[in-house]
C-alpha cells in the first residue's frame, strides 16, 4: 500500500507537522545562536552555534523520518517487521554518527564547546517542546488504524433452524451456576 492510501497511519499527519514545525524553529535557533555565539566568542562561536543547532534538529528529525518512511508499507504483509527494522536501523544510524561526530569534532580548534554543547541542548530541548505541543493539540484517537464493524452482530436475525447465542447461554445455564 502507499503512502497515498486512502486510509493514511494516523500519525503521519502529527509527524509531518511535527518535522514542519521544528524545522521552522531550527531556523530561528539557529540565528539566536549563531548571534549569540558571535557575540560571546566570535567566528568560532556562530560556527559552534550553528552546528549544535544542526546536529540537534538532524538526529532528532532521524526518528520522524523513519517513521514516515516506515508507515508507507501499512497494510503489507510484512508492515510490523519493517516499520521495526526501518526504526531501528534509524536509531543504530543516529548512534554511529553521533560518534563519529563527537570524534571529529573533539579538539577542533575552530569549535567553542560551551556554546556548542548550550546550542545543542537548545535543539533537543526545543524540538522536544514542539513534538509536546504537536501532540497534545492534535486529535488522535485511543485506538487507531483500525476498522469497526458496520453491523452489530445482535441487530442480525439468526436464520431460519438457527438460535441465536443468547438463546443457547441461556439453555446452558442451569440457574446453578450463579451460587
Same mark, same amino acid.
Given at each position: 500500500?502507499?503512502?497515498?492510501?486512502?486510509?493514511?497511519?494516523?500519525?503521519?499527519?502529527?509527524?509531518?507537522?511535527?518535522?514542519?514545525?521544528?524545522?521552522?524553529?531550527?531556523?530561528?535557533?539557529?540565528?539566536?545562536?549563531?548571534?549569540?555565539?558571535?557575540?560571546?566568542?566570535?567566528?568560532?562561536?556562530?560556527?559552534?552555534?550553528?552546528?549544535?543547532?544542526?546536529?540537534?534538529?538532524?538526529?532528532?528529525?532521524?526518528?520522524?523520518?523513519?517513521?514516515?518512511?516506515?508507515? @508507507?508499507?501499512?497494510?503489507?504483509?510484512?508492515?510490523?517487521?519493517?516499520?521495526?527494522?526501518?526504526?531501528?536501523?534509524?536509531?543504530?544510524?543516529?548512534?554511529?554518527?553521533?560518534?563519529?561526530?563527537?570524534?571529529?569534532?573533539?579538539?577542533?580548534?575552530?569549535?567553542?564547546?560551551?556554546?556548542?554543547?548550550?546550542?545543542?541542548?537548545?535543539?533537543?530541548?526545543?524540538?522536544?517542546?514542539?513534538?509536546?505541543?504537536?501532540?497534545? @493539540?492534535?486529535?488522535?484517537?485511543?485506538?487507531?488504524? !483500525?476498522?469497526?464493524? !458496520?453491523?452489530?452482530?445482535?441487530?442480525?436475525?439468526?436464520?431460519?433452524?438457527?438460535?441465536?447465542?443468547?438463546?443457547?447461554?441461556?439453555?446452558?445455564?442451569?440457574?446453578?451456576?450463579?451460587?
Amino acid at each position: 500500500m502507499s503512502s497515498a492510501s486512502p486510509n493514511p497511519v494516523t500519525s503521519t499527519p502529527i509527524l509531518r507537522t511535527t518535522l514542519i514545525s521544528s524545522g521552522i524553529a531550527a531556523a530561528v535557533l539557529a540565528v539566536v545562536a549563531g548571534v549569540l555565539g558571535g557575540v560571546l566568542k566570535g567566528a568560532p562561536g556562530v560556527w559552534s552555534g550553528l552546528i549544535g543547532v544542526l546536529i540537534a534538529v538532524v538526529f532528532l528529525a532521524i526518528t520522524a523520518a523513519s517513521i514516515l518512511i516506515a508507515n @508507507r508499507w501499512f497494510g503489507q504483509e510484512l508492515y510490523v517487521q519493517l516499520f521495526f527494522a526501518i526504526v531501528l536501523g534509524g536509531w543504530f544510524l543516529k548512534l554511529v554518527l553521533f560518534v563519529v561526530l563527537m570524534i571529529v569534532l573533539r579538539g577542533q580548534p575552530w569549535l567553542e564547546p560551551v556554546v556548542f554543547f548550550w546550542s545543542l541542548l537548545a535543539g533537543v530541548l526545543m524540538s522536544l517542546a514542539i513534538d509536546v505541543v504537536v501532540l497534545t @493539540r492534535m486529535r488522535l484517537p485511543h485506538v487507531s488504524d !483500525t476498522s469497526l464493524p !458496520t453491523v452489530a452482530p445482535e441487530d442480525v436475525a439468526p436464520s431460519a433452524g438457527e438460535r441465536s447465542a443468547s438463546e443457547t447461554d441461556r439453555d446452558a445455564d442451569s440457574g446453578n451456576s450463579h451460587v
